[in-house]
Each structure stands twice: as C-alpha cells, then as structure tokens.
C-alpha cells in the first residue's frame, strides 16, 4: 500500500506547512506519481498566480509505502483441535 504526500512550501521564507497525507491507497507507485502531479497542479491553479508568486509557493509530494500492519493472533482457550 503506497500512500500520497504532499508539502506546500515558500522559498522565501525558507519553510514549509506541516506534511498533508491523503487517505488514499494506491496500489503502485506509477498511479500515486501521476495522482501527485495533479494535486500539486490542482492546488497551484487554486493558490493562483498571485500567491504563488508573493511568496514563492511550491509544492512538493512524496509517495511512500506504508507498512504492513498484521492483525494480533487470538489465542484460543482451552485444548487444541
């Protein structure tokens, strides 16, 4: 399970906002790129022109494979079958 990342930046100012992961599950890396190039997109049309140049606003996103989380065995009680 890989999952998307995005981080809105400011070159001027040298920082960026705290990481935004998305719910989203994407099953390969090729499909999570793609749906990150067009967040960031979709996100500096929204930010606009003026924004973004104000304060030098970039995006960047990172997708990432989560691990594996395995559900604890149960014990059973009493004698073994």
């Known amino acids: 399970m890989i999952k998307l990342t995005i981080f809105l930046c400011s070159l001027y100012m040298g920082t960026c906002l705290s990481p935004h992961t998305f719910?989203?599950?994407y099953s390969d890396n090729f499909s999570c790129m793609l749906d990150?190039?067009?967040?960031?997109?979709?996100?500096m049309v929204k930010l606009g022109a003026e924004e973004v140049n104000k304060y030098g606003l970039y995006?960047?996103?990172?997708?990432?494979?989560?691990?594996q989380t395995v559900e604890p065995e149960t014990k059973s009680k009493g004698s073994p079958v």
């Open 36 to 43: 990150g190039y067009q967040r960031s997109y979709d996100k």
């Open 23 to 25: 719910e989203d599950k």
């Open 59 to 67: 995006l960047r996103f990172v997708c990432q494979q989560q691990p």
